[in-house]
């Protein structure tokens, strides 16, 4: 069966642009989430869904954040008034039930100009 | 202090050398343990999961859980080239609600 697949692979905004990142999880995964990843670091939490609702959204570091999934399956990840800050790999990965394995997309890099 | 800690290397093996890696954890309520291996520009790719103390052995790889040590190590036997990647560790536990945390990742050089 497919994997997690993510959309764009790649991205060049320009700074105070709006984007968004579209995740389709692998076909039955329950929980989604968003991480952020930046150069020589670890995958950052951003946000997890269990079906539609986001089940915690802690790690969005401000309300220009906002993520939504709602049919449960596809998710986008948008973003409001991009800072150069914001570029990074954007990771999505699903699991079959929260807190089991998580398998990852390919990733969407996002470069804010 | 980081919610997941690895040493970020470079560590280099020379082929066919068992290669270690370590990952130390803060939550002692952590209950699931991951390993996953991200190649130079690619995304994490799962490579164990282990949830009890003790080891668990997959192929060449084989992850050590101590859980009262806060600890836990993957080991690969036969070091391949191919291996040469970085690898993260992954912890989620109840007092992490369902985040997982990872570490910033060990950098793996296997020299042929």
């Known amino acids: 069966g497919a994997g997690v697949s993510q959309t764009p692979s790649n991205k060049v905004t320009e700074k105070g642009k709006y984007v968004e990142l579209r995740c389709d999880p692998i076909?039955?995964?329950?929980?989604l989430y968003w991480y952020r990843q930046s150069l020589g670091q670890g995958p950052e939490f951003l946000i997890y869904?269990?079906?539609?609702?986001?089940?915690?959204d802690s790690g969005l570091p401000n309300d220009r954040f906002f993520a939504v999934r709602p049919e449960g399956s596809v998710s986008t990840l948008k973003i409001q008034r991009t800072e150069r800050g914001d570029s990074a790999v954007y990771l999505c990965?699903?699991?079959?039930?929260?807190?089991?394995?998580?398998?990852f997309g390919p990733g969407t890099r996002l470069t804010v100009l | 202090q980081k919610e997941v800690e690895q040493n970020s290397g470079p560590l280099s093996v020379p082929e066919g050398a068992i290669a270690s890696l370590n990952c130390t954890y803060s939550?002692?309520?952590?209950?699931?343990f991951f390993w996953y291996r991200q190649y130079s520009g690619k995304s994490p790719e799962l490579i164990m999961s282990?949830?009890?103390?003790g080891d668990k052995e997959d192929g060449r790889f084989t992850a050590q859980l101590n859980k009262a040590s806060q600890y836990v190590s993957l080991l690969i036997r036969d070091s391949q080239p191919s291996d040469s990647a970085t690898y993260l560790c992954?912890?989620?536990?109840?007092?992490?609600?369902?985040?997982?945390?990872f570490g910033t990742g060990t950098s793996l050089t296997v020299i042929p």
């Open positions: 282990i949830y009890s103390n």
């Open positions: 990965a699903s699991s079959l039930t929260p807190a089991q394995e998580q398998f």
């Open positions: 992954a912890v989620n536990g109840p007092n992490t609600g369902n985040q997982f945390y």
């Open positions: 076909s039955g995964h329950t929980a």
């Open positions: 869904f269990q079906g539609t609702g986001a089940a915690d």
């Open positions: 939550d002692r309520g952590s209950q699931s």
